[in-house]
């Protein structure tokens, strides 16, 4: 069984609600033990390419941790309830883990890019991290690696004994490329973007005052218009309106008074077969304590965004075995809204979405969530 991370969907794509430094402290364990894992740095422009192409959502949600890299992202977490949240920003993530696998005797790995980029990035780590163990640096040709060149390449990187993999190709490109090299790289992937030009100096970050009001876009807008300014008017306003949006109907569900009708139902005999009501299963689950609460609410955002029901989701996740959910929840008549609520284990912020589309099913009526 798999453990869970505390994860909240923002436009339907998962961000992973952890404070920076747990977050940090989680990528250098699974470094440590050499695990293989993806990382995503997320920003409203990677959201909403995930919103207009279902291929890379799939991405997202296979990553092990998509950290929220734009403010806009930790605003969107904290009005839904996640109140600890802070930026997890690229270069933040980065700087930590150089010191921390400096002292943690795990080696990095640093990949794409252009030579004379990764050039800078060595000289600099040598002089701010003199005990940083550096096992492989190397840019990427611009074309798509051959099969014979890609097998090359993982292992060349696992051979070096790397456990952190820094992977600058751009958004989504290296996103894509980290999903193909789950399980075949042994490490962590963490895409970086524009970290590296950064770091070597080729580019400025802003001052900590702009990043702490959520200006850093604009700041870089101003150092490379002619690249940004296309994407920012592309990705930025219907950013803010889904989001609007999405925060408009959990304050409305909110709003609703609920009665009980609408969390006690009848259990039916297949007890995988509750497509309308996982609140029931869920509860069973955790009642029994098969699974965590932060484990059920990821189910249930999985649940919300496929046309799968909850005990698929969990089966098909690892979390439990299609045996162990009907051993466990045979016969049992228990409502998982009403007691989630009750014992305070989830905010009615994080639940009143789900809630809200199955009311309006049992209306006849659908909201729209196709992209």
């Known amino acids: 069984m798999k453990s869970a991370i505390p994860t909240n969907h923002v436009l339907n ?14 990528m250098l364990d699974w470094a440590a033990k050499k695990q293989s894992k993806v990382v995503c740095l997320a920003n409203s422009h990677m959201l909403m390419e995930a919103y207009w192409n ?57 990949l794409g890019s252009q030579q004379t980029v990764l050039d800078s990035i060595r000289k600099k780590i040598a002089q701010e991290f003199p005990l940083l163990s550096i096992a492989g640096i190397e840019p990427l040709p611009f074309r798509p690696l ?8 993982i292992e060349r990187i696992n ?7 820094f992977v600058c190709l751009g958004c989504p490109k290296q996103e894509k490329w980290m999903a193909q090299h789950k399980d075949k790289i042994n490490g962590v992937m963490i895409g970086v973007g524009a970290v590296f030009d950064v770091y070597a100096g080729i580019k400025k970050r802003a001052p900590h005052f702009i990043r702490a009001y959520g200006l850093e876009w604009f700041y870089r807008l101003i150092q490379e218009p002619s690249r940004l300014y296309a994407r920012y008017s592309k990705t930025i306003p219907p950013f803010i309106g889904l989001g609007l949006k999405q925060l408009f109907w959990q304050k409305q569900a909110f709003s609703l008074n609920w009665s009980d009708d609408i969390f006690m139902r009848e259990t039916s005999s297949d007890l995988l077969s509750f497509q309308h009501q996982p609140e029931k299963i869920g509860q069973i689950l955790l009642k029994q304590n098969l699974i965590t ?27 439990l075995t299609r045996e162990a959910i009907n051993r466990q929840l045979k016969n049992q008549k228990i409502s998982l809204g009403e007691i989630l609520i009750e014992k305070n284990l989830i905010s009615a912020e994080q639940l009143n979405e ?18």
């Open 293 to 319: 609460e932060n484990v059920l609410l990821t189910a249930l955002a999985k649940q919300k965004n496929q046309d799968k029901r909850l005990g698929e989701i969990l089966i098909q996740d690892g979390y």
């Open 146 to 153: 051959t099969a014979e060149e890609d097998e090359a390449l």
């Open 54 to 110: 279902q291929e890379f959502a799939e991405t997202l949600e296979q990553a092990d941790i998509v950290s929220p890299d734009g403010m806009p992202l930790v605003w969107m977490l904290k009005l839904m309830g996640v109140q600890n949240q802070d930026r997890v920003a690229g270069m933040d993530v980065s700087l930590n883990l150089f010191r921390l696998a400096s002292i943690s005797k795990i080696s990095v790995f640093f």
């Open 354 to 371: 789900i809630l809200l589309e199955q009311i309006y099913r049992q209306q006849g009526i659908m909201l729209s969530t196709t992209k």
């Open 13 to 26: 794509s998962p961000v992973t609600s952890l404070p920076l430094q747990e977050q940090i402290w989680l």
């Open 159 to 165: 051979a070096s004994g790397a456990g952190l993999i």
